[in-house]
């Protein structure tokens, strides 16, 4: 019974995510499928890299992921099928997938489109499911796609580092605002070797310590902690930290040098600083 997750920017608001799940189940009613999230923003290729990965890490072996996030940025003519630490992933050929992955995958394969389609969501998960149900019975690799294709690739979102300081980006908040940045416990711990720190965002909010719970501090009270996918993240026990503090998800167009941009950025990033 193949295990295949569902991600996408649709929303919940439309018939788009049970007719997606309904041509899954038409083509192989065997599929048993589980959804991640269906609200993620659109083209925001960090938040949805983010939410993908911490996902996929925890489901069992051989899994077949469906990421459907920006799908039609530009004119579709394949669709990435990936293999890479015992996943499966499958998604537009946008970048996000070495997004996802923050590697290179182990297998990747093009399935092309068929010239004369109709190339909407629906047809796009009847492409994945094929393709899913291809190799679980058993065909060769070169008979579901193009092996070693070439494909868009964009960086991760990596944070910026200096010999005392680390920069991250907001790159999620959660259902509580709880406001998550792309700074690992593992890269925090490496770049800090064992010195104090100050945790800086909008512009005098400072934090000197890691806890370990939201609990760890009075109600009200700020904090930062590591969450479950180990991405620094920081929150008010039993409050809304990206309301209270103005903070927002990171926009990679904000690229220019104006004040505007500038002051904005103010809100979108966090700095430590080691002593």
């Known amino acids: 019974m193949p295990l295949v997750t ?11 995510v049970g ?3 309904g041509r899954l189940l038409r083509i192989n009613p065997e599929f048993q499928i589980i959804d991640i999230s269906h609200s993620l923003s659109p083209f925001n290729y960090p938040q949805g890299a983010y939410v993908c990965r911490s996902a996929i890490r925890n489901f069992p072996e051989f899994t077949f992921h469906i990421v459907l996030i920006n799908l039609f940025e ?14 499966y992933v499958l998604c537009a050929d946008n970048g996000l997938l070495g997004m996802i992955l923050e590697d290179k995958p182990d297998m990747v394969i093009g399935i092309p489109f068929e010239k004369t389609a109709i190339k909407n969501t629906l047809y796009c998960i009847d492409v994945a499911a094929k393709a899913i149900t291809q190799l679980v019975n058993g065909e060769p690799i070169q008979r579901i796609g193009n092996p070693d294709p070439s494909y868009i690739e964009k960086n991760p979102l990596r944070p910026m580092l200096g010999e005392s300081w680390i920069e991250g980006q907001i790159i999620f ?4 605002e709880n406001v998550v940045v792309n700074i690992t416990q593992e890269q925090f711990e490496q770049q800090r070797r064992g010195r104090r720190f100050k945790i800086v965002f909008k512009r005098d909010e400072v934090i000197d310590r890691i806890s370990g719970s939201y609990a760890d501090v009075p109600q009200g009270e700020k904090l930062v902690m590591f969450n479950s996918a180990g991405y620094m ?3 008010i026990n039993k409050g809304n930290a990206a309301g209270l503090f103005g903070l927002r998800g990171y926009n990679e167009t904000h690229t220019a040098t104006s004040t505007m941009v500038q002051n904005r950025l103010f809100y979108q990033t966090v700095k430590v600083f080691f002593e």
């Open 6 to 16: 569902l991600t996408s920017d649709i929303g919940q608001q439309d018939y788009l």
């Open 19 to 21: 007719a997606a799940k």
């Open 74 to 87: 530009s004119k579709p003519d394949q669709l990435l099928f990936a293999f890479h630490k015992d996943q």
């Open 173 to 176: 908040i959660d259902n509580f």
């Open 233 to 235: 993240e920081i929150a």
